[in-house]
């Protein structure tokens, strides 16, 4: 048996400045041949489970590209022609028996804004009858064209995804049983007119929690795979909204049945799924009185997971105008600060324009750096490797880094942008977060991942940035209407 394995993972904000090109790719991850299996054999990703899963049946494997970038705005044309040509390339090779990719599902690129149909319709125009296996992201934007051109699918069940292995390994089996001619995967999917904040899609609370529990208990006769993706709502594309997607041994009926059982509950829950916050100030107050910490302060408007430019300095600044101090924050991107830094050593005080380098037009703000005096506190070339539950195994690369202590607060300043979901964010520079009151992390939900052990409480802060949870801030123009909440609550007001 031959099979063709690949991954091409992005998660596209096109509200974000931040451009996704090839070298973005190299930053996070961007391997060929023989070096994809060493990148990512025995870790906790769905190329982890597709290459145990080949080794078990002795199948030889072809690895033409694993790809994945940090999230931002859309890929660059050549860096998406570039990925998906090397797929395509190998392909056309001839000779595969099936193939297993481990895709995001919300990629925009430049003139294709269904990166995933777009590689699928190619791939399924080569190779007509190829079996393809797919898992997507959570926050999948679902196509008609993704599910045309593929055989299976399965996305994550769980917020932060922590259970990328276990989706990998459940549709690569689905595909192997069918290659073996013992099932016969068929595919219903559908959507709901549903634009669901990230925010509001932990799977540790309701209504998440219970969709996935839901999707879990539906999975048992002949349904081998169903899946509800809550969707990524800051991509301004027809597609993005709250879809599902089921795979069954040869019934479709109750394909179809799973499918609408997660679509209702979801459409029912819609209320929970917007966000609603409060002032920053407010947030604040609460934070300062709490006093068993470690406290989390979420900047989730800046969360670079989602896109953000990760240098928006709104809610550090409160945290030192409010004085809270014995604070950590993770992280800055300011690679010419780091430079500033390492020029003057560790120990030495130093006065910066701290963060506020991006401008960010489709929300119509600028870049507001913060004029702070402070000492630097360490250096360090930013490698460690994820130890936590989420990408478990993976090397992480921050660039240049550093640590800049201002008014009781110690501040990570990276050269590459990062979303802090594991420790090693902080251990990796000599930080101990379980030692810190507050710890102000740009993240939304993944930073749950690691530090929701050790979080006594959360206080969501409304910054700013691109990766905002409020849509009145945001202008849609090719999403399809009408969608909950745009349309029902202007609406509600003209009424
Ligand atoms: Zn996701």
């Not at 401008?359 to 506190?377: Q, Y």
Request: include cysteine; charge should be negative.
């Amino acid at each position: 048996m031959r099979l063709l394995l690949a991954m091409m993972k992005h998660e596209t904000n096109t509200f974000s400045p931040i451009p996704a090109d090839l070298q973005r790719f190299r930053d996070w991850g961007l391997y060929e041949g023989e070096a994809v299996a060493q990148a990512y054999a025995g870790t906790n990703h769905p190329l982890g489970a597709y290459l145990d899963l080949a080794r078990e049946v002795g199948a030889e494997v072809v690895t033409p590209v694993a790809a994945e970038a940090m999230p931002s705005g859309p890929v660059e044309k050549q860096a998406y022609d570039n990925i998906t040509g090397r797929i395509l390339d190998a392909l056309e090779g001839g000779g595969f028996d099936g193939a297993l990719l481990d895709l995001h599902g919300a990629m925009v690129a430049e003139g294709e804004p269904d990166g995933e149909g777009g590689l699928l319709a190619r791939m399924r125009a080569i190779a007509p009858g190829l079996p393809i296996a797919v898992t997507c992201d959570l926050h999948c934007n679902l196509s008609e064209r993704m599910v045309a051109n593929s055989t299976a699918m399965i996305g994550y069940k769980t917020y932060p995804h922590i259970d990328m292995y276990e989706a990998g390994t459940q549709v690569g089996r689905v595909l192997l049983r069918a290659l073996a001619g013992e099932i016969e995967p068929v595919m219903a999917w559908g959507e709901v007119p549903l634009l669901a904040q990230t925010l509001c899609m932990g799977t540790a609370d309701s209504p998440m929690g219970p969709i996935q529990a839901m999707a879990r208990e539906v999975e048992q006769d002949a349904v081998l795979a169903a899946t509800l993706f809550g969707g990524f709502p800051l991509a301004d594309i027809p597609e993005a909204r709250v879809s599902s997607v089921v795979v069954a041994d040869g019934d479709r009926a109750a394909a179809e049945a799973a499918r609408d059982r997660l679509l209702e509950a979801a459409w029912a829950a819609r209320e929970d799924f917007v966000y609603r916050g409060e002032p920053l100030e407010a947030a604040i107050t609460r934070a300062k009185e709490i006093e068993a910490g470690p406290v989390i302060l979420l900047d989730h408007a800046d969360n670079v997971g989602s896109g953000g430019t990760e240098d928006c300095m709104t809610v550090i600044a409160a945290v030192l105008d409010r004085g809270l101090r014995d604070g950590a924050v993770a992280a800055v991107w300011d690679p010419g600060a780091v430079t500033e830094m390492t020029e003057a050593g560790v120990g030495a005080e130093v006065t910066l324009d701290l963060g506020g380098k991006t401008e960010m037009p489709a929300i119509g703000e600028t870049g507001r750096p913060l004029r702070l005096t402070g000492r630097v506190r360490a250096l360090t070339d930013g490698r460690w490797t994820v130890r936590g539950p989420m990408y478990t195994g993976s090397e992480v690369s921050t660039g240049p880094t550093a640590v800049f202590e201002t008014g009781g607060v110690k501040i990570v300043v990276v050269s590459k942008h990062h979303e802090p979901w594991d420790l090693g964010i902080f251990t990796s520079v000599g930080i101990a977060p379980q030692r810190c009151h507050y710890l102000l992390l740009k993240s939304r939900i993944h930073y749950r991942a690691g530090f929701a052990p050790l979080a006594k409480a959360t206080i969501i802060c409304d910054g700013t940035g691109v990766t905002t949870s409020d849509n009145d801030l945001l202008s849609f123009e090719r999403l399809r209407r009408p969608i909950f909440p745009l349309d029902w609550y202007e609406s509600a007001e003209v009424v």
